[in-house]
C-alpha cells in the first residue's frame, strides 16, 4: 500500500513531474495540483538519500472522482487519511500525517526519515511542541515557529430599517452558505481589523459608507485546523439609495439580500448565526463588544 507517487528525473520541477504522471496514469487534470505539503529526508543508505515531497491535489467532486482511470495493474481505494496511515509504513505514515497537520494549517511540514523536526511549522503534536518549547526557552525563531497560528478576520454587519441584515452568496462551489461580507486582515501590509472591513465595504459591495462601532470579537477554535478570530463591526443602516449602489464583485459573490432573522436560518449555518444573532442584540441595545467563542456570548 502506498501514495500515488512518481520518482522525479530532474529535467523538470517535482510538483510538474507528478502532475503529469497523475495525468497520464490516472486522468487527473494538473489544474488539481495545490501546493507543497511537506519535504521528508529519508537516508536509504551510507551514500544515498531520497528526498520526498507531498502536494497536495484537489479537492477533487464526485464526477471528478469517478472519472479517475486506474491502471490494469493498479488497485486503490479511498480512505480517511488516519486510516491510510494505518495501512502505510512507518516513514510513509509518518509524512501523510504530517502533510495533513499542514493541509490543516497552511503551512509546510519538515521531516527527517518521517520524524518531525525542531523548526517544523506543522505537525507537531500540542504536548511535544509545549515541551520542545520549555526546553529551548531563549530561541526565539523556533518558538515562533511552533507556536499555533490564527487566522484573523473581519466582518461587517449592514442593517437596513426593517432591522435585516445584509448576506452574500459567496462565488466558491465548495461553500454555499450565504454569508456576511468579511474578510481575512491583511495584516502583514500593516493592515487592522477596521482598515480591513472598510476594505470589505469598498472591494465586495462598492459602498463608501460610514463605519460603525465593533459589535463582537469571536473566537472560533478550528482545531486541527487553524483556529480564526473574528472582528464584527457595524457598518450603517442602509437606505434604498445605498442598496441601489451595491456593485458585488462576480469573483467573490453572486447574489446579495437582505434577510431577516426568520431567513438567515435558511441560508447560513453555525456559528454564523449565533454571531449574527449576538451582533444583532448588541446594536438594538446599544452594548458591546460582545467577547463570544465560536458565537457564544462568553459568562
Known amino acids: 500500500m502506498s501514495l500515488p507517487q512518481v520518482q522525479a528525473t530532474g529535467a523538470h520541477a517535482p510538483e ?8 497520464n496514469r490516472f486522468g487527473v487534470h494538473p489544474h488539481h495540483a495545490r501546493r507543497l505539503l511537506a519535504v521528508d529526508c529519508e537516508q536509504w543508505s551510507p551514500h544515498l538519500a531520497v528526498v520526498c515531497h507531498l502536494y497536495l491535489f484537489g479537492p477533487l467532486d464526485e464526477h471528478r472522482v469517478r472519472a479517475i482511470k486506474t491502471p490494469p495493474t493498479v488497485s486503490g481505494q479511498w ?27 497552511g503551512s509546510v511540514a519538515h521531516l527527517v526519515g518521517g520524524r518531525i523536526q525542531p523548526g517544523s ?18 530561541d526565539s525563531d523556533l518558538h515562533q515557529a511552533h507556536r499555533p497560528k490564527v487566522l484573523a478576520e473581519a466582518n461587517v454587519l449592514l442593517t437596513d430599517p426593517a432591522g435585516r441584515a445584509l448576506l452574500l452568496h459567496p462565488t466558491s462551489a465548495r461553500d454555499q452558505e450565504w454569508c456576511l461580507p468579511g474578510s481575512g486582515i491583511d495584516s502583514d501590509a ?21 463605519l460603525g462601532r465593533l459589535l463582537a470579537v469571536d473566537w472560533v477554535n478550528g482545531a486541527p485546523r487553524l483556529s480564526r478570530i473574528i472582528y464584527t ?39 454564523l448565526l449565533r454571531r449574527l444573532d449576538a451582533c444583532l442584540t448588541a446594536l438594538w441595545n446599544n452594548t458591546g463588544p460582545v467577547e463570544l467563542r465560536s458565537g457564544i456570548p462568553c459568562s
Open 190 to 210: 500593516g493592515e487592522g481589523p477596521r482598515e480591513a472591513a472598510r476594505r470589505v465595504l469598498r472591494d465586495q459591495l462598492s459602498l463608501d459608507v460610514p
Open 16 to 23: 510538474a513531474e507528478l502532475a503529469e504522471v497523475l495525468y
Open 121 to 138: 511549522p506543522a505537525a507537531f503534536p500540542p504536548g511535544q511542541r509545549a515541551e520542545l518549547e520549555q526546553s529551548l526557552p531563549n
Open 233 to 271: 463591526f457595524h457598518g450603517t443602516a442602509l437606505g434604498e439609495h445605498d442598496l441601489a449602489r451595491i456593485r458585488l464583485n462576480p469573483r467573490q459573490h453572486t447574489q446579495w439580500r437582505m434577510a431577516s432573522g426568520d431567513d438567515s436560518k435558511n441560508l447560513a449555518r453555525e456559528p
Open 79 to 105: 480512505l480517511a487519511p488516519e486510516a491510510a496511515a494505518l495501512l502505510l509504513p512507518a516513514p510513509a505514515a509518518s509524512r501523510l500525517r504530517g502533510a495533513v497537520a499542514a493541509w490543516h494549517t
